[in-house]
């Protein structure tokens, strides 16, 4: 979904008790984890990804990113959310921050194939 600032901004207080908007949310449905390497994947739901078009413009220079390679990247950080990965702990954060580089670079050498 995408909304305006003051929706992201109502959306950050009452979610996550933090003031202004930000980029992304993450609404998960089924709670779904990632599985372990002898486990089939689970069956469910994922949930919502909520971004703010306006608040993505603004940090994708920051990030040495267009527009919509930004929204992209927010994407898969917010399905990767979805998915039961966290950067709250520098190791969540090392290996949250990297598969989303990795799912980004596999995507754009995949539109690259077949431009």
């Known amino acids: ?3 305006d600032e003051t929706t992201m901004s109502d959306y950050h207080v009452r979610f996550m008790d933090e003031p202004g908007p930000t980029d992304v949310l993450s609404f998960p449905m089924d709670e779904l984890r990632p599985p372990k390497d002898d486990e089939e994947p689970p069956l469910g739901l994922l949930g919502d ?22 929204a992209e990247y927010l994407l898969v950080h917010g399905l990767l959310h979805l ?33």
């Open 1 to 3: 979904m995408l909304v």
């Open 49 to 70: 990804v909520v971004l703010c078009p306006s608040v993505t413009a603004k940090q994708a220079a920051d990030n040495g990113r267009t527009t919509d390679e930004e």
């Open 83 to 115: 998915l039961g990965f966290d950067h709250a702990e520098p190791e969540e954060k090392t290996l949250m921050f990297g598969l989303n580089d990795q799912i980004i670079a596999a995507w754009n050498a995949r539109k690259v194939a077949h431009a």
